[in-house]
């Protein structure tokens, strides 16, 4: 993750041939990350898995070469410690149980709230009170009528009222008034690019990866184990992993196939991802093959991987799969594809529906898709925002019900990945606006269109997920299960929902 932007050079970026592969890979992170909270969760005990504490039994050298410059050691030093801790992250959260208390519980309904009320919203610096959210979405009307003037002395008083340090409303302002400021200034994709976090954030951001919430963790498990049942009798399991980026899906799939009765299977990954900017597209995905690979190796997994970076998915060909005959194909999505360009910023050819062709063309056995639903893909703006408020309202709410105001990594992943969505939903458009969730509905639609067929839940593994989400949570966090939909959300706002299909 070496080739992120810094600040200073976001003004010169859009002026070189980088620019779409930086603007690309950005929202590649940011997909991944879009609900990795900042907070210290605990890990779902689902299987009560017996773990060993240390995957790598090497000693880890911080010694930098003495040949090279200062600088060239440090920056050596500092990319060694970053892979470092994140396999240390790996170990310590994806591959442990609450037996082992790895990490404490948050997100329960012993946890404090912050408290306060949705619609009239306190100033923060007087006792005055002003409806935030309709003094935004006035302000957005005022932005798409060209009425500059009303637009700033609407702003003007928004940021008398919103701090990034206050209460969930405030915070949520604040991040909105920034995407406004930004359309009004047309700098919206210089700022988004420069919201891109550095390695130390993503490590942060995995200590906590089950967060305060069950959402990914419950989507993984979901995903994992239809795809182990659907493999629980193959010779050879192969999982084409749309958006692999850490891989932080697999250890756990891993440990499930060395356990298997009668041996584990052999495991081939394809991991693909957008490439990196720089002299090295492929550095990290081809990072997240050597570290999964050490996992395989541990648990005595015969383990194959390939490597795949393109910038345009729609374009892989079939025969860069390499597929295998009589092998288990397995396809997985891990809230990536809402990144994928559709028919609204490219006319009838939609890459979202030729990617999904692309799978059909597979004939897999299985296909594993996890979404964040929100209706926020209208090419309207004033539409397009007040959907994303409603959204980020809930989660913005979600985190200051469960978290505390003045957490770092809360702070963090607010500022690098909330704001950032927001920046680019607000203020970008065209091919340049990258965050274009749709709903499930509309996913399922294009699903079937697409030539699959909704596949089952196990109920014993339905039941299992229900308690999980329901046992020592906020009572506010939503579970439900629609048809082969497995729906999460809260306060009744759906926020994301994990699905199975068989071609």
């Known amino acids: ?220 498990f ?67 093959g050597r570290r999964l690979a050490k996992y395989c190796e541990h648990f005595n997994v015969p383990f194959e991987y390939n490597a795949i970076t393109k910038m345009n998915w729609e374009r892989i060909k079939i025969d860069e799969l390499k597929l295998v005959s009589g092998e288990v194909v397995a396809v997985n999505s891990l809230v990536r594809f809402h990144h994928l360009l559709d028919e609204t910023a490219v006319g009838a050819d939609s890459p979202r529906d030729a990617v999904l062709k692309l799978i059909r063309e597979v004939n897999p056995h299985i296909y594993a898709q996890t979404v964040c639903s929100g209706p926020q893909n209208s090419p309207f703006f004033v539409t397009r925002f007040r959907e994303a408020l409603l959204f980020y309202t809930a989660i913005f709410d979600l985190l200051d019900a469960t978290l505390p105001r003045h957490d770092n990594q809360r702070l963090n992943l607010e500022k690098e990945f909330m704001g950032g969505e927001i920046m680019n939903i607000v203020a970008c458009e065209g091919k340049e606006r990258l965050q274009r969730t749709e709903t499930c509905k509309q996913w399922q639609s294009r699903i079937m269109r697409a030539g699959f067929k909704p596949m089952a839940v196990n109920p014993r593994l339905a039941k299992k997920l229900r308690y999980e989400a329901r046992e020592g949570y906020d009572k506010d966090f939503l579970f439900l299960e629609d048809g082969n939909w497995i729906i999460q959300g809260w306060k009744g706002r759906i926020i994301g929902g994990s699905s199975c299909w068989v071609a």
């Not at 969760?41 to 410059?69: A, E, F, R």
């Not at 600088?71 to 240390?88: F, G, P, Q």
């Not at 050879?236 to 356990?259: A, M």
């Not at 900017?277 to 492929?282: A, I, L, M, N, V």
Request: glycine residues 6%; contains cysteine.
């Open 222 to 288: 979901f995903a994992n184990r239809m795809i182990y049942e659907v493999a629980s009798n193959g010779a050879s399991l192969h999982v084409i992993d749309f958006g692999i980026l850490y891989g932080i899906q697999w250890p756990t799939l891993i440990r499930d196939l060395s356990q298997r009765p009668g041996g584990p299977p052999k495991l081939r990954i394809t991991g693909i991802e957008l490439p990196q900017p720089g002299f090295r597209p492929s550095q990290m995905v081809d990072e997240t």
């Open 1 to 220: 993750m070496d080739a992120f932007l810094s600040a200073n050079s976001v003004s010169k970026v859009f002026f070189n041939d980088d620019a779409e592969a930086i603007l690309q890979f950005k929202r590649g992170v940011d997909d991944a990350n879009r609900f990795l909270h900042a907070n210290k969760h605990l890990v779902i005990n689902l299987n009560n898995y017996l773990v060993t504490p240390d995957l790598y039994n090497g000693k880890k050298h911080y010694h930098s070469d003495k040949s090279g410059s200062e600088e060239e050691s440090r920056s050596k030093h500092c990319a060694v410690y970053e892979d470092i801790e994140l396999s240390e992250v790996f170990d310590k959260v994806l591959l442990c149980s609450d037996d082992n208390d790895c990490l404490p519980r948050v997100g329960t309904q012993q946890n404090t709230r912050s408290g306060h009320k949705r619609h009239l919203k306190k100033g923060r610096d007087s006792g005055e009170f002003v409806d935030l959210e309709s003094l935004l979405v006035s302000c957005a009307r005022s932005v798409a009528d060209a009425d500059y003037r009303a637009a700033k002395d609407k702003l003007q008083k928004i940021r008398q009222h919103s701090s990034p340090t206050g209460d969930a409303n405030q915070r949520l302002a604040n991040y909105f008034a920034d995407g406004l400021e930004a359309r009004l200034a047309g700098s919206g994709t210089q700022l988004y690019v420069a919201l891109t976090p550095n390695n130390t954030i993503i490590a942060e951001m995995l200590k906590s990866y089950m967060s305060s919430w069950p959402w990914m963790r419950l989507s993984i």
